[in-house]
Each structure stands twice: as C-alpha cells, then as structure tokens.
C-alpha cells in the first residue's frame, strides 16, 4: 500500500507562485514513478508532470511547459511541483500519483494505481 498526502495549494494571483508537495508513505521499499495530474470541474483529469523513480526524467504537458517543474527527494518520499507563471487556466484540483505496476512514466490516469485526495490550488485574475 502507498499513501499520498498533497499539500501546499492555496490562492495566488495570475503570474505568481506556488510549490506543491506529495509526501508518500506505506509499505513500500523503493521508489516509483509518480507523476500529478490536475481536474477541474466537468472535465476529465489531465496530465500535467511526470517523473521516473530515480529523478532523471522528466516529461510535462505543453500546457505546462516552461513554467512547472516537477523534482523529488527520495530521501524524504517526496515529490514536488514547482508552479511559477500560474495562470487562471490552471484553477484545478491537483492530484499526485504512483505507479507501482511498471518502471517507466506514464500520461495515463489509467496506469498509475495510488492517489492522493488532491489539493486545490486557484489562481485570480
């Protein structure tokens, strides 16, 4: 079992900031690719970062590129979601999630297996 708890969204003004954290626990003995999604209401959720379990690779949705950068500790069991330039598009719940039944990251909600309960971040205009 692996257990996430999303933290750090709040409300911020078009163009500034703010870094969200994904802290994992459980009974697990290593590392997975984890990745965060986001959803706003009436949509699907959409992927937004995706990291491999040593950190070396990263891939983003174009939404999203150039301004998030996704990174994570191993040390702590954290991932994290650095979000500069927020937009008001990017009003959502934000999601982190791992993938325990492969190595390689993912796009696909359908693939990753543990979810946190989300955190919302909204961005004014």
């Known amino acids: 079992q692996v257990q996430l708890v999303e933290s750090g969204g709040g409300l911020v003004q078009a163009g500034g900031s703010l870094r969200l954290s994904c802290a994992a626990s459980?009974?697990?003995?290593?590392?997975?690719?984890m990745a965060w999604f986001r959803q706003t209401p009436g949509k699907e959720r959409e992927f937004v970062a995706a990291?491999?379990?040593?950190?070396?690779?990263?891939y983003y949705a174009d939404s999203v590129k150039g301004r998030f950068t996704i990174s994570r500790d191993n040390a702590k069991n954290t991932v994290y979601l650095q979000m500069n330039s927020l937009k008001p598009e990017d009003t959502a719940v934000y999601y982190c999630?791992?993938?325990?039944?492969?190595?390689?990251?993912?796009?696909?909600?359908?693939?990753?297996?543990?979810w946190g309960q989300g955190t919302q971040v909204t961005v004014s205009s």
């Open positions: 990291i491999s379990w040593s950190g070396g690779t990263t």
């Open positions: 999630a791992a993938r325990t039944t492969g190595w390689g990251t993912s796009r696909l909600v359908s693939e990753y297996d543990y």
């Open positions: 459980g009974r697990t003995f290593y590392n997975y690719p």
